[in-house]
């Protein structure tokens, strides 16, 4: 019962932040689809990877200890069934050391936090990760005015060295 409760929590977390609910479904069970398949993967250490995905767009960040394994993460990628787009933005070399994923998670939370107290920006069009202080924003806002928003608030953030959009801005 706790299972289906915590997923029917996510999943409506999840959904509050597409407007279209049926590609928030499909998200959330490539999402889960993909993880499996890395889970059952030994070849390769996905311990440093973040996957995002947002309307079927699923972004990979992180780091990668060898370029075998990079590819070997895209091509499980693309296994997931509502995987439309890989955007690779995968580092190869060293992981991440313990404080800078501190840094890194407090980056995070900082951004999520004044995404949604600014005003003037639909927090629930944007998803971020953040690895190693760069920022990298995926989702689908309605003007180029709210994905600047968005992008200022991200580059206010103490700690952050770049921030890389991977937003598309079209009619909502």
């Not at 689908?140 to 921030?163: E, F, H, P």
């Amino acid at each position: 019962m706790k299972r289906l409760m915590s997923a029917l929590i996510l999943a409506a977390a999840s959904c509050a932040t597409s407007p279209n609910l049926d590609k928030s479904f499909s998200d959330i069970g490539a999402s889960a689809e993909l993880k499996g398949v890395l889970f059952a993967d030994r070849s390769h250490d996905y311990s440093d990877i973040d996957l995002t995905i947002y309307e079927g767009r699923l972004m990979l960040t992180g780091t990668m200890k060898s370029e075998d394994g990079r590819k070997q993460l895209i091509d499980n990628a693309w296994k997931a069934k509502g995987v439309d787009q890989v955007i690779d933005e995968i580092i190869v070399g060293d992981g991440t050391t313990l404080g800078q994923g501190f840094e890194d998670s407090r980056i995070d939370a900082t951004l999520r936090a004044r995404l949604i107290g600014d005003g003037d920006v639909k927090a629930g069009q944007f998803k971020a990760s953040v690895s190693k202080g760069t920022v990298y924003l995926l989702g689908v806002t309605g003007s180029d005015a709210d994905l600047a928003a968005a992008l200022d608030i991200a580059r206010s953030i103490s700690g952050v060295d770049k921030v890389v959009s991977h937003v598309l801005v079209k009619p909502l």
